[in-house]
């Protein structure tokens, strides 16, 4: 009995470290947000990058985002939100009152929950006018433009918490 119940933690732990699929993540988008556009893969190349440079597993991380005054919504946070396992719920994904600096479409807080290591992943208003000229293309095509944007955003270590 004990090895049977091995097996299917091992098989249920190699599911959840597979990485999704770009229609998979448009699937996901899309589902959750109600569109996939060019703000939701943003977001999760983002949340990717932080997982790596963090060498962290889904739902490890929390994040803080701060939306900047001309961008239209927090959109990216979801994406963000989709790529670390966080809820708003569980109190993993937070939108602040607070607004980003100026000149900055927003502002990304990723940190570990347990360590308290963290990144500060800043996006530029400049970028604004690139992302919606995305959502004019297809969904995959917005996922392709987000993961090969490589001045998308700045990142900075955190000091930890």
């Not at 392709?144 to 955190?158: C, G, I, R, Y």
Request: aromatic share 8%; proline share 6%; hydrophobic share 45%.
């Amino acid at each position: 009995m004990k090895s049977i119940f091995l097996a299917v933690a091992l098989a249920c732990a190699a599911l959840t470290a597979e990485a999704e699929t770009p229609e998979e993540w448009i699937a996901l988008g899309t589902r959750v947000h109600g569109f996939f556009g060019g703000f939701i893969p943003a977001g999760i190349r983002i949340g990717l990058d932080a997982m790596d440079r963090l060498h962290a597993q889904s739902r490890q991380l929390m994040v803080t985002y701060y939306q900047g005054a001309k961008a239209p919504c927090p959109c990216v946070v979801d994406g963000i939100a989709l790529a670390l396992g966080a809820s708003l719920g569980q109190g993993t994904a937070t939108v602040a009152p607070e607004k980003a600096p100026a000149g900055l479409m927003g502002v990304a807080v990723i940190r570990d929950r347990k360590t308290g290591e963290g990144l500060r992943y800043e996006i530029g208003d400049d970028w604004l006018p690139k992302m919606l000229a995305w959502n004019k293309d297809e969904p995959q095509k917005r996922f392709d433009e987000a993961m090969a944007a490589l001045d998308m955003f700045t990142v900075e270590p955190l000091p930890k918490q």
